[in-house]
């Protein structure tokens, strides 16, 4: 009997393939998984995406619309306005020291703000999403992510991961992130990172990084993936309102932030109404939706009956179309 380390080991050797192995995989495959014949794609950019996990369309989101989220962004660190059930995060290596002043990473989860919410139904963004999810859209999960100048402790840096470890929500190939660059990012400031064609494995273990400098809260990424690992990544360099489509079991991160200035980042992840929602206890997923189930009992308090679905049916808001199983 293999024990199970020497299982996940084995399922990850598989997963991480060669680069010439992997080249083989991709240009291999002839079957339409990934996109539905719906939308804007052509085939070409259909073939793109199938066969790498991801999808650049230059300049989609208009300078207008990018200025006014930044605004926005700067008056909730400021706390001019309140947003009801917005999640501000910081950057670790200073919040230990002064958590108020720690510059903000991250803000998730502003389906009640008007603002930054018109980014998900943004009818650029929705005509593309269309093609990967199918006419019934539900904006599941909201970020603005704010990536600081790193503090010489490498914290800036998001962990290679896929997206689908945090979502408890199937099938993955109706799911798919939209993430749009807010200025010019580039390799100095930590653009993301992606390998093409590994939406094709499987969703792979996740849990925080043992870094020296401390890692970010719920950025966990695959556990004993090697960095110095012989295969394709990709820096997708992009400039503002450039948008990148991804699928949930790309593997992506992002580098660190080695600039004077804050690198902004706004995405939302999309999913077809007729999703459904699974029981993860007892799965890998389990760490993560422990946390963010504990998150949500320190929100609202620790007596309201809830499981690993209800954080995410609270947040859930229909874009377009009907609303189905999510
Ligand atoms: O914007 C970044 O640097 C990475 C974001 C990301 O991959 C995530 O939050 O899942």
């Known amino acids: 009997m293999m024990d199970e380390s020497k299982k996940r080991l084995n399922v990850l050797k598989q997963h991480l393939m060669p680069n010439r192995l992997l080249q083989t ?23 793109f995406y199938e066969d790498n ?46 958590r108020h002043s720690a510059p903000v990473t991250k803000i998730q989860n502003f389906q009640d703000d008007d603002i930054l919410f018109s980014y998900c139904t943004h009818p650029n963004i929705l005509k593309y999403v269309a093609s990967f999810v199918g ?27 896929q997206d689908q470890h945090y ?12 993430w749009t660059a807010m200025e010019h990012v580039h390799r100095a400031n930590g653009c993301l990172v992606v390998v093409p064609g590994s939406h094709k494995g499987s969703l792979l273990p996740h849990d925080y990084p043992k870094w020296e400098g ?30 990148v489509f991804f699928h949930p079991l790309l ?35 389990e760490n993560i939706s422990n946390e963010v189930l504990e998150l949500f009992h320190r929100r609202v308090g620790g007596d309201v009956e809830a499981d690993h679905s209800t954080p995410w049916r609270l947040k859930a808001r229909l874009v377009h179309g009907c609303r189905g199983t999510l």
């Open 25 to 47: 995989h991709i240009t291999s495959s002839s079957t339409l998984q990934y996109t539905l014949n719906e939308g804007i794609l052509n085939d070409q950019q259909r073939r």
């Open 53 to 98: 996990g991801y999808f650049v369309v230059r300049r989609l989101v208009d300078r207008e619309s990018l200025d006014k989220f930044e605004r926005r962004f700067r008056d909730i660190c400021n706390r001019l306005v309140e947003v009801p059930y917005i999640t501000v995060m910081r950057d670790v290596a200073v919040a230990k020291d002064n």
């Open 135 to 161: 006419p019934d859209i539900m904006a599941m999960h909201t970020m603005l992510i704010s990536k600081p100048p790193d503090p010489g402790t490498k914290s800036s840096r998001h962990p290679m991961h």
């Open 167 to 178: 979502f408890p929500f199937r099938p993955a190939d109706r799911i798919v992130c939209s």
């Open 214 to 243: 401390g890692v970010n809260k719920m950025y966990h990424g695959i556990q004993g993936f090697d960095p110095g690992e012989d295969r394709e990544r990709v820096h997708l360099e992009m400039e503002a309102g450039d948008t």
């Open 251 to 285: 593997i992506h991160g992002s580098g660190m932030n080695r600039t004077q200035g804050s690198r902004n980042a706004i995405s939302c992840h999309y999913a077809s109404s007729h999703c459904d929602y699974v029981d993860v206890k007892g799965t890998m997923q």
